[in-house]
T-cell receptor
Framework: GENVEQHPSTLSVQEGDSAVIKCTYSDSASNYFPWYKQELGKRPQLIIDIRSNVGEKKDQRIAVTLNKTAKHFSLHITETQPEDSAVYFCAASKNQGAQKLVFGQGTRLTINP | DADVTQTPRNRITKTGKRIMLECSQTKGHDRMYWYRQDPGLGLRLIYYSFDVKDINKGEISDGYSVSRQAQAKFSLSLESAIPNQTALYFC?????????????FGPGTRLTVT
């Protein structure tokens, strides 16, 4: 089955700097890659997603890039702010009807003022 | 998101006890999921359901069972709880064919098995 590896497990950056989180997946049939953000004590929420027919997607300060050949995708956050501090999860799916997502292990991002 | 609710929010139980976690949604979604979250392991899928008549095992279904009582209700049961089932449990929902792929999570149930 699918396996998703996420790195780093923790990341600390200065406010205003950029943050990058990387994920690799094992199943070349996967074609949907969402990113979820989980603030402390809260539920995970979707922040951005990308499908395999697109190489990059951007939404204000966040962007996701996908390299299908290498089977990896990354989350980029620019101009980081304190409210970006959270745990971020990547996931992959083959989009077979029900969205059976396989999640990475998570990255705890801390923004230092 | 108040559209997906879970009860109870916290539960402490003893080894060997049967326990049920409940999930309800008012989003009108067909698809419902149960995940468990453990530190350093991310979210792992326990069971998922396409609709009322469809139940599927996820990555880690051993020791768990589910019931889809209605489109809006999906319950997770631990028949005989054990300490390594101590975790944070999330229910999630998503729309049907042609809908957004986004999964909407409930607030979570923190379960402790002593």
């Amino acid at each position: 089955g699918e396996n998703v590896e996420q790195h780093p497990s923790t990341l600390s950056v200065q406010e205003g700097d950029s943050a990058v989180i990387k994920c690799t997946y094992s199943d070349s049939a996967s074609n949907y890659f969402p990113w979820y953000k989980q603030e402390l004590g809260k539920r995970p929420q979707l922040i951005i997603d990308i499908r395999s027919n697109v190489g990059e997607k951007k939404d204000q300060r966040i962007a996701v890039t996908l390299n299908k050949t290498a089977k990896h995708f990354s989350l980029h956050i620019t101009e980081t702010q304190p409210e970006d501090s959270a745990v971020y999860f990547c996931a992959a799916s083959k989009n077979q009807g029900a969205q059976k997502l396989v999640f990475g292990q998570g990255t705890r991002l801390t923004i230092n003022p | 998101d108040a559209d997906v609710t879970q009860t109870p929010r916290n539960r402490i139980t003893k080894t060997g006890k049967r326990i049920m976690l409940e999930c309800s949604q008012t989003k009108g979604h067909d698809r419902m999921y149960w995940y468990r979250q453990d530190p350093g392991l991310g979210l792992r899928l326990i069971y998922y359901s396409f609709d009322v008549k469809d139940i599927n095992k996820g990555e880690i279904s051993d020791g768990y069972s589910v019931s889809r009582q209605a489109q809006a209700k999906f319950s997770l049961s631990l028949e005989s709880a054990i300490p390594n089932q101590t975790a944070l449990y999330f229910c999630a929902t998503s729309g049907g064919q042609g809908a957004s792929y986004e999964q909407y999570f409930g607030p979570g149930t923190r379960l402790t098995v002593t």
